[in-house]
Every structure is written in C-alpha cells, then in structure tokens.
Nanobody, 117 residues
Framework: QVQLVESGGGLVQPGGSLRLSCAAS????????MGWYRQDPGKKRELVAV???????DYADSVKGRFTISRDNAKNTVYLQMSSLKPEDTAVYYC???????????WGQGTQVTVSS
C-alpha cells in the first residue's frame, strides 16, 4: 500500500492560486500514474488531473487552462498548481496513485480547498 500525504489546501479568494502537494512513501514512484480528484459533500468524486509515468497529462474540462499537474520523481511528489480559482472549485482534493502495470491504487486522506470571498 502506497502512503500518500497531501498538503497545501486552504482558504483562498476567487481568482487566487494554491499549490497542492502529495508526497508518496518510498516506492518506485516513476511507475505510478498519479492523479488529483475532488469531492463535494453529496457528490461523486471526480477526476481533476492525471499524469502518467511518461509525463502525459489529462485534465477535467472544468479546470483546463487553470490547473497544472506536475511530478518530481526524485522527490516522490506530485503537484497541482491551481490558478484563477472559482467558488465551484471548493472541495476536498484527494491524491491518487495507480500502478501503471497492475492497476492497484491508493488514496491520500484529502485536503480541503475553499474558494470564497
């Protein structure tokens, strides 16, 4: 089981920026596809962004052009840079690690992001 620890959430005004970080336990990090998901109370967890072992990225339409996912394989860490934040981005953000070959996955505990004036 991969241990994932998120950080960087908080309260930000509309139009502001935040950077989330997710540090993974000592694993062969590079072979994991890493992703960020978010969930509002009463709603399904939805994919925000994903980055593969090859560095390919994909984003939800709602965040394209505003969010950027990146990874530092030397630090076993994945980041989510969020800009031009909107109130509808408010959610708990979860980090996900999925083994690129076997498909087993792990989740972090989540970090709250609140966009409000």
């Amino acid at each position: 089981q991969v241990q994932l620890v998120e950080s960087g959430g908080g309260l930000v005004q509309p139009g502001g920026s935040l950077r989330l970080s997710c540090a993974a336990s000592e694993i062969i990090f590079i072979i994991y596809t890493m992703g960020w998901y978010r969930q509002d109370p009463g709603k399904k967890r939805e994919l925000v962004a994903v980055i593969t072992m090859n560095g390919n990225t994909d984003y939800a339409d709602s965040v394209k052009g505003r969010f950027t996912i990146s990874r530092d394989n030397a630090k076993n860490t994945v980041y989510l840079q969020m800009s031009s934040l909107k109130p509808e981005d408010t959610a708990v953000y979860y980090c996900n690690a999925r083994h690129s070959i076997f498909g087993n996955e792990s989740w972090g505990q989540g970090t709250q992001v609140t966009v409000s004036s």
